[in-house]
């Protein structure tokens, strides 16, 4: 390259192109988990994360890993064996979310759609009358197709038919680039990631959960049958995080 300041650009959906702040902030030097520079600062992630899916009392999970992680997060929890699940699948990446749900026991219905399509919302309503579900995942954007999901339109149709269901967004590929209101919407669960459209280093698991689905947790009758991604585990590091009090 003739300059020093010009490098070449990741133009690829994620990793994203990070922002000169966002890259000096990853040059300092290592720091504890327990040092005040940084229970500060990831008090503050845990709090702006409901600033950007707009909610008031949903629970943001912040930790190490990928964006798969999240779908481990929310099956391990939130599902139990046996249970149903409604796949909206637009792509590679939501049967990817199906073959997970499927790993931890649920008997999942996958509807799928022609590529660079989206269901038909009557087709959704449908399959909610037929089947009492624990859960409806939709992709925000999968980005194997490029389509966006109708999160809104699903979510009326999930409090018209059945409100007992949650609805769980994949929203790796779109939080923060599309529009979602997790309150107003009525979403119960956002799954995303750090290296896309909130513009950081791959290695964070992001998933914000809806005080509902914190209940389902409660109501488990059977453990979590996982150790890392176990919210009972997570959520009192979370809560003291943001309580400054590590």
Request: charged share 20%.
């Amino acid at each position: 390259m003739s300059s020093s300041n010009t490098r070449p650009l990741c133009l690829i959906p994620g990793p994203t192109e990070m922002s000169e702040t966002v890259l000096l902030a990853h040059s300092t030097p290592a720091t504890a988990h327990t040092d005040p520079k940084f229970v500060e600062a990831f008090g503050q992630v845990i709090e702006m994360m409901r600033d950007v899916v707009v909610t008031k009392t949903a629970q943001p999970f912040v930790i190490a890993g990928s964006g798969t992680l999240g779908w481990d997060q929310t099956a391990a929890n939130l599902l139990e064996a046996g249970d149903n699940a409604l796949v909206l699948s637009n792509g590679y990446f939501g049967e990817g979310l199906a073959d997970c749900l499927e790993t931890y026991g649920a008997n999942v219905t996958r509807l799928r759609a022609e590529p660079g399509n989206r269901q038909k919302l009557a087709q959704v309503a449908q399959a909610l009358r037929a089947t009492k579900y624990k859960i409806v995942t939709i992709s925000q954007v999968d980005t194997s197709t490029g389509v966006l999901g109708d999160v809104k339109g699903v979510a009326e149709l999930v409090r018209e038919h059945s409100p007992d269901t949650l609805v769980v967004v994949d929203g790796v590929c779109a939080t923060a680039a599309e529009r979602l209101y997790f309150d107003a919407w009525g979403v119960d669960v956002v799954i995303t990631a750090s290296q896309k459209a909130l513009g950081c280093p791959p290695g964070v698991s992001v998933v914000v959960v809806s005080q509902k689905a914190l209940g389902v947790l409660k109501a488990r009758k059977t453990p979590v049958a996982a150790y890392y991604v176990n919210w009972n585990r997570w959520l009192p590091v979370m809560q003291s995080y943001e309580d400054r009090a590590v």
